[in-house]
């Protein structure tokens, strides 16, 4: 993120016949400028995050902090090895220790406290893991983990997400003056002298900025939390600072009209990234060149005329102010925006955001005035590096040590409520209780009616029963084996591996196709496959509904033309295949963003050409229904409501679309197949609760346990039987 690095610049006077003058610490240059420009990049950040309008990109204020920091931190390391030849590892490590770790340190415990006491305690234990991280500087490579799993991609925002940007920085000064030693070494071997030359050090910018650059172009479009962030696909932005710092000579002799030029541009490229960009960009990317070219043509600009033009708005006197507090503000207003709901007790407005913002910056204000420059400017760190190294040591390992301790005093959630009977449902018999009833009919009524006497019983239930399974600890794990051995495609994957399961060498196919909805109910069909000797087959891709409509995968922000590749893959399969049964499941949480809606009339009719094109390869063909939308991810809610589950359930009304369901049915039955509404094997007339008996329904905000799945089996194989007889 962060400005990491001060404004006060070091400079010397410049001597034409002599190139090592460059290197000389003669005097040293206030850069007002450019702490004007922390300003705007802090401004764009905490503006974004509190919601304003038109702001959709105010999230580019990091990748000017990464110029800046990339500008200050390169000149300082270059002129020291200019004039000394080296560098000295342990005085630069124990500056940016006093400069990042105590104010670091003290939010970063503050936060860890915050999240323990307001945060329900399931989502406090992983927000405290992501503070342990962070206090560490791998944090970022924790989000990106965790934004590759598809299952984990609507968790909501850590209060400590923002610290990924001290990760990426930390971890390229790791690296970055250890390779401006090995330049200075190489150069005084192959050229003795030329130390004062700051070409060889360029080139070497150039090419990691190249490389990395690469990395975000490919990531951006194919792992895009590891292009957002991961150093290797942010290394760049921090070098194109760095390449204007080693080539200042060049920017001070820019005439000061096209200098001036040059200055406001910039600006006017990060303010054009602000307004144009958002969520949906494809980012970092081509897009981050906007900022980035911006923040640049701005620092450089100032080389020439760092009181004239851009440089003068600036420079102006709030600016520096806010470009003073900008680190501290930057660290304190996220954990203030997403705690104070907490605190509340209902989400922030305008005004209460904009009442968030001001108060972090008093917060702010007051790190800076009594942590930030007290430690930054004491006589006894600054006189040695190993004090300020220790010191360092000191405030990351408190905050780690804290962050555990609190992870061991939030309690593992446990129902508090009495023991409830498991969820048993009884297969119905195979005889028809009368001549003139379907036995098939009857088959579903019967095992339907064992789940909605359950479901009615819970729904007058409190407590989260203290043998609740899966515990809710363990809910987010349990998942149907597809997920984790390769047979739910991933975004990037196409085509499908063999995953069968049942009686594997049986003539009687069943087909279980569709998104990561359709995996979910592989637990139950398995079991149904194993009674019925039916060789199932699992086929299915995330977030890849098999209706034939033009998508648009958000995760990706581009066109999901994997998507289009696996479905006419599935096609061919199933064409070639034959199954006697083809099981259609998908999920209804699509969106505008996807370029569709669930239930529109483009999906209603995709639904009724997707059905007629299965039917015509000569299966039966059954569409499940969706499931209830709980509106909130279940386990997390109910860790924070174990004496009342029913705060979590939602009103039927709200978790179920009947006219939907309904449309569906409709566009089912023109393609020749089989519908079934599910609402009643979770709902009642009024509500819909998130705990069956002893059974936890859902492991997410959105997919069913395998637990639940297991114990709706025997109505599986009723809707199975009932569909093959219709056939």
């Given at each position: 993120?962060?400005?990491?690095?001060?404004s006060?610049?070091?400079v010397?006077q410049a001597?034409?016949?002599?190139?090592?003058d460059?290197a000389?610490?003669?005097?040293?240059e206030?850069?007002?400028?450019?702490?004007?420009?922390?300003a705007?990049?802090?401004l764009?950040?905490?503006v974004?995050?509190?919601?304003?309008?038109?702001?959709?990109?105010?999230?580019v204020g990091?990748?000017?902090?990464?110029v800046?920091?990339?500008?200050l931190?390169?000149g300082?390391?270059w002129?020291?090895?200019?004039v000394?030849?080296t560098?000295?590892?342990?005085?630069?490590?124990?500056?940016?220790?006093?400069?990042?770790?105590?104010a670091?340190?003290i939010v970063?415990?503050?936060?860890a406290?915050?999240?323990?006491?307001?945060?329900?305690?399931?989502?406090?234990?992983g927000?405290?893991?992501?503070?342990i991280?962070?206090?560490?500087?791998?944090?970022?490579?924790?989000?990106a983990?965790?934004g590759?799993?598809?299952?984990?991609?609507?968790m909501?925002?850590s209060?400590?997400?923002?610290?990924w940007s001290?990760?990426?920085?930390?971890q390229f000064y790791l690296v970055?003056p250890?390779?401006?030693?090995?330049?200075?070494?190489?150069v005084?071997?192959?050229?003795?002298g030329?130390?004062?030359s700051?070409?060889?050090?360029?080139?070497?910018?150039?090419?990691?900025?190249?490389?990395?650059?690469?990395?975000?172009l490919?990531?951006?479009?194919t792992?895009?939390s590891?292009?957002?962030?991961?150093?290797?696909?942010?290394?760049?932005e921090?070098?194109v600072?760095?390449i204007?710092?080693?080539?200042?000579r060049?920017?001070r002799?820019?005439?000061?009209?096209?200098?001036?030029?040059?200055?406001?541009?910039g600006?006017?490229?990060?303010?054009?990234?602000?307004?144009h960009l958002?969520?949906?960009?494809?980012?970092?990317?081509?897009?981050a060149?906007l900022?980035?070219?911006?923040?640049?043509?701005?620092?450089?600009a100032?080389?020439a005329?760092?009181?004239?033009?851009?440089?003068?708005?600036?420079?102006a006197?709030?600016?520096?102010?806010?470009g003073?507090?900008?680190?501290?503000?930057?660290?304190?207003?996220?954990?203030v925006l997403?705690?104070a709901?907490?605190?509340?007790g209902h989400?922030?407005d305008?005004v209460?955001?904009a009442?968030?913002v001001?108060?972090a910056?008093?917060l702010?204000?007051?790190?800076?005035?009594f942590?930030?420059d007290?430690?930054?400017?004491?006589a006894p760190?600054?006189?040695?590096?190993t004090?300020?190294?220790?010191?360092g040591?000191?405030v990351?390992?408190?905050?780690v040590?804290?962050?555990?301790?609190?992870?061991?005093?939030?309690?593992v959630?446990v129902?508090?409520?009495?023991?409830?009977e498991?969820?048993?449902v009884?297969?119905?018999?195979a005889?028809?209780?009368?001549?003139?009833?379907?036995?098939?009919?009857?088959a579903v009524?019967?095992?339907?009616?064992?789940?909605?006497?359950?479901?009615?019983?819970?729904?007058?239930?409190?407590?989260?029963?203290s043998n609740?399974?899966?515990?809710?600890?363990?809910?987010?794990?349990?998942?149907?084996?597809?997920?984790?051995?390769?047979?739910?495609?991933?975004?990037?994957d196409?085509g499908?591996?063999?995953?069968a399961?049942?009686?594997l060498?049986?003539?009687?196919?069943?087909a279980?196709?569709?998104?990561?909805?359709?995996a979910?109910?592989?637990?139950a069909?398995?079991?149904?496959?194993?009674?019925?000797?039916?060789?199932l087959?699992?086929?299915s891709?995330v977030?890849c509904?098999?209706m034939?409509?033009?998508?648009?995968s958000?995760?990706?922000?581009?066109?999901?033309?994997?998507?289009?590749?696996w479905?006419?893959?599935?096609?061919a399969?199933?064409q070639?295949?034959?199954p006697?049964?083809?099981?259609?499941s998908?999920s209804?949480?699509?969106?505008?963003?996807?370029g569709?809606t669930?239930?529109?009339?483009?999906?209603?009719?995709?639904?009724a050409?997707?059905?007629?094109?299965?039917?015509?390869t000569?299966?039966?063909?059954?569409?499940?229904?969706?499931?209830?939308?709980?509106?909130?991810?279940v386990?997390?809610?109910?860790?924070?409501?174990?004496?009342d589950?029913?705060?979590?359930?939602?009103?039927?009304?709200?978790a179920v679309?009947?006219?939907?369901?309904a449309?569906?049915?409709?566009?089912?039955?023109a393609?020749?197949?089989?519908?079934?509404?599910?609402?009643?094997?979770?709902?009642?007339?009024?509500r819909?609760?998130l705990?069956?008996?002893?059974?936890?329904?859902?492991?997410?905000?959105?997919?069913?346990?395998?637990?639940?799945?297991?114990?709706?089996?025997?109505?599986v194989?009723?809707?199975a039987?009932?569909?093959?007889?219709?056939g």
């Amino acid at each position: 993120m962060t400005g990491t690095a001060s404004s006060e610049l070091t400079v010397r006077q410049a001597d034409s016949n002599d190139r090592t003058d460059d290197a000389r610490l003669a005097r040293a240059e206030f850069r007002p400028d450019v702490e004007g420009l922390r300003a705007v990049a802090v401004l764009a950040v905490v503006v974004f995050h509190a919601g304003a309008p038109g702001i959709g990109g105010g999230f580019v204020g990091v990748d000017v902090f990464f110029v800046i920091s990339g500008f200050l931190i390169t000149g300082m390391l270059w002129r020291e090895v200019a004039v000394t030849g080296t560098i000295g590892l342990a005085r630069f490590y124990g500056a940016r220790a006093r400069r990042l770790l105590p104010a670091a340190g003290i939010v970063l415990v503050a936060t860890a406290v915050g999240a323990a006491v307001l945060l329900p305690p399931l989502q406090a234990r992983g927000v405290l893991g992501d503070g342990i991280a962070s206090a560490l500087y791998t944090g970022n490579y924790r989000l990106a983990l965790h934004g590759t799993d598809y299952l984990a991609a609507d968790m909501p925002p850590s209060p400590f997400q923002h610290y990924w940007s001290l990760g990426v920085e930390e971890q390229f000064y790791l690296v970055w003056p250890a390779l401006i030693i090995g330049i200075a070494w190489f150069v005084r071997r192959r050229r003795p002298g030329a130390d004062g030359s700051p070409v060889p050090y360029l080139v070497v910018l150039a090419v990691v900025a190249a490389v990395s650059f690469a990395f975000s172009l490919a990531w951006t479009s194919t792992l895009p939390s590891w292009a957002f962030f991961a150093l290797p696909a942010r290394a760049w932005e921090l070098a194109v600072g760095g390449i204007v710092s080693l080539s200042i000579r060049l920017w001070r002799r820019f005439p000061a009209p096209l200098a001036t030029v040059a200055g406001w541009l910039g600006l006017a490229l990060i303010l054009l990234s602000c307004i144009h960009l958002d969520g949906r960009t494809p980012y970092p990317g081509i897009a981050a060149l906007l900022p980035v070219l911006g923040a640049a043509l701005i620092v450089a600009a100032g080389c020439a005329t760092p009181r004239l033009g851009v440089g003068r708005l600036l420079s102006a006197a709030p600016l520096r102010a806010l470009g003073r507090l900008s680190y501290s503000w930057y660290l304190w207003h996220w954990p203030v925006l997403l705690l104070a709901p907490r605190l509340v007790g209902h989400p922030l407005d305008a005004v209460g955001s904009a009442g968030a913002v001001v108060t972090a910056g008093g917060l702010a204000a007051l790190t800076l005035w009594f942590v930030e420059d007290p430690a930054r400017f004491a006589a006894p760190l600054r006189n040695s590096a190993t004090l300020s190294l220790v010191g360092g040591g000191v405030v990351t390992a408190i905050a780690v040590i804290a962050g555990m301790v609190l992870l061991m005093l939030v309690p593992v959630p446990v129902g508090r409520g009495a023991a409830a009977e498991a969820l048993t449902v009884v297969a119905a018999p195979a005889t028809p209780p009368s001549e003139t009833v379907d036995p098939h009919d009857a088959a579903v009524q019967q095992v339907t009616a064992q789940v909605q006497a359950a479901v009615a019983a819970s729904a007058e239930s409190h407590s989260v029963p203290s043998n609740l399974s899966p515990a809710l600890a363990a809910a987010s794990v349990d998942k149907a084996a597809v997920f984790g051995n390769g047979c739910v495609r991933s975004w990037l994957d196409i085509g499908q591996p063999e995953c069968a399961s049942g009686d594997l060498g049986s003539a009687s196919t069943v087909a279980l196709v569709g998104d990561s909805h359709a995996a979910m109910w592989s637990p139950a069909f398995e079991q149904v496959a194993e009674q019925r000797h039916w060789r199932l087959e699992t086929l299915s891709k995330v977030t890849c509904p098999l209706m034939d409509l033009p998508i648009t995968s958000p995760y990706l922000g581009r066109e999901y033309t994997e998507c289009v590749q696996w479905r006419h893959q599935i096609l061919a399969r199933l064409q070639a295949e034959h199954p006697r049964l083809i099981v259609l499941s998908m999920s209804r949480r699509y969106g505008g963003d996807f370029g569709f809606t669930a239930y529109d009339q483009a999906w209603l009719d995709g639904l009724a050409r997707l059905t007629a094109q299965l039917r015509a390869t000569g299966a039966d063909v059954l569409v499940l229904g969706p499931i209830p939308d709980p509106h909130t991810t279940v386990p997390t809610c109910l860790s924070d409501h174990l004496d009342d589950a029913l705060i979590c359930s939602p009103p039927r009304p709200v978790a179920v679309n009947d006219a939907g369901i309904a449309a569906e049915r409709a566009a089912t039955a023109a393609g020749d197949g089989q519908y079934v509404d599910l609402t009643t094997l979770f709902c009642t007339t009024d509500r819909c609760p998130l705990i069956t008996r002893n059974n936890l329904i859902y492991r997410d905000d959105n997919h069913l346990t395998v637990t639940y799945a297991k114990s709706l089996a025997p109505i599986v194989a009723a809707l199975a039987d009932r569909a093959l007889a219709r056939g």
